[in-house]
Structure formats: structure tokens, C-alpha cells
């Protein structure tokens, strides 16, 4: 039976919720699918091509298509949809995270945040630094659930959405109702700053979107 690319891919999503990330390998998924390691380079050069198409398809999985009415709806709906691809898959912090920090997938919240902040009216430093920051602040977050998760002998996934659908609440356990309060407290807190500097306007500040206290002190000194 030849598989499609697609085929594979979600085959793999399912495996990594069976194995974890570290299991996950192309001779792993052959056997899987039953065939040889060696078909699989047809769709995927080695693993971390694997690894990427993976990491792709869970944040894929996770987008909720929700209309957006202002750019801070649209940032905070970004960090949830990639809290839920993350915590609904086993070891997803661990990949995701792993996949965005060697630059070949997982760049589409990243991107998407980026680009809210700059029909905001951020410039192109502060939009970059502000992404990054949202990413890694979800990133950080996420990744110390599934660690204290593993850590108690679970998977690291959110309650009743482990083999559910990415999005839906997790209903949990009262940890997991007090992890994701302090997210969204936490979120709120980084978008009160985003929000600050967009509005102090991006044009009279440094590309971190720090103030120049030296020309401000200095500016009525010529002309």
C-alpha cells in the first residue's frame, strides 16, 4: 500500500501520543505503517524533517478559525490555540518548541503574531521582539506543566483533551484549572506591555521598544 505524505504525518501525530517524542523515529513509524524505513525518505529526509512535519500538523490541528475583532483578541486567541496543540499531544511542549528553536517548523504563531503587532502599528523590531517573547512565554509555561506532569507519571497532557480534540476544555484536575489561570494572568500581563509600547508609538522609540531617555532629555537643546 503506498501512503500518502498526509497519511504519514497524522500516523505519526497518533504515535507520539502512544511512544513520546523520544521514541518517535522513522524506523518506528515504518513499522507502524508496515513498510520499510527506506519508503519513508520519499516523503521525509531524515527524522527532524519528521519531527518538523509533525510539530506542523499539531498546530494545524489546533486552529480554531475564530473571527478576531481587535489585534489583542488575536494575539490571546494565537497563545491558546498553541497552549491546546501543545498540551493535547504527549511530549508537545518538548517538540514544538524543540522543532521552532531549529528554525525548520512550528514558525506559523510565531509569524501570525509578528503580524498582528504590525497592522497594530508596532515597527518590525518591536512586532519581532513582541512575538518572540509571546512564543517563548507560552513555550515556558507549557513546558513546566508537562515537566511537573511527567514528573507525577503522567503524559504531560491536559486531562479529558488527551485523545480529544485540540480546544476543548480540559476539566480536569483543580492543577490543571490553577495552571491555566495563571497562563491567562500571565498572557494578560505581556499583552498590558505590548499594548503600552504600540501605543507610546513605535516611532520615537529604540527597535527593543525602549525609550530614549538621552534624546528626550536632550531634544529641545538644538533649533
Known amino acids: 500500500m503506498r501512503y500518502r505524505r498526509t497519511d504519514l504525518v497524522d500516523r505519526a501525530v497518533e504515535v507520539l501520543d502512544e511512544v513520546g517524542v523520544d ?4 524506523r518506528h513509524l515504518a513499522a507502524e505503517v508496515g513498510v520499510q524505513p527506506s519508503a519513508l525518505y520519499h516523503h521525509f529526509a531524515n527524522k527532524q524533517a519528521l519531527l518538523n512535519a509533525v510539530a506542523d500538523r499539531i498546530l494545524e490541528l489546533g486552529r480554531r478559525g475564530t473571527e478576531i475583532v481587535t489585534w489583542e483578541s488575536e494575539l490571546r486567541l494565537i497563545c491558546a490555540e498553541l497552549r ?3 498540551t493535547t499531544h504527549r511530549d508537545g511542549a518538548v517538540l514544538i518548541s524543540r522543532v521552532h528553536a531549529l528554525g525548520g517548523g512550528a514558525q506559523e ?3 501570525r503574531m509578528r503580524d498582528a503587532l504590525l497592522r497594530a502599528g508596532a515597527d518590525g523590531d518591536l512586532a519581532r521582539v513582541g512575538a518572540r517573547t509571546l512564543v517563548l512565554f507560552v513555550f515556558g509555561h507549557v513546558g513546566r506543566e508537562q515537566a511537573r506532569a511527567s514528573a507525577a507519571g503522567g503524559d504531560g497532557r491536559d486531562g479529558e483533551k488527551a485523545g480529544g480534540k485540540p480546544g476543548e476544555s480540559a476539566g480536569g484536575s483543580p492543577q ?3 495552571e491555566q489561570a495563571d497562563f491567562a494572568v500571565g498572557l494578560g500581563l505581556v499583552l498590558d506591555g505590548l499594548a503600552g509600547a504600540v501605543e507610546r508609538g513605535a516611532a520615537q522609540r529604540s527597535p ?3 525609550v530614549d531617555e538621552t534624546s528626550e532629555r536632550h531634544g529641545g537643546d538644538h533649533g
Open 23 to 26: 521514541a518517535l523515529s522513522m
Open 84 to 86: 491546546d496543540a501543545m
Open 109 to 111: 504563531p510565531e509569524r
Open 176 to 178: 490543571e484549572a490553577a
Open 208 to 210: 527593543l521598544g525602549i
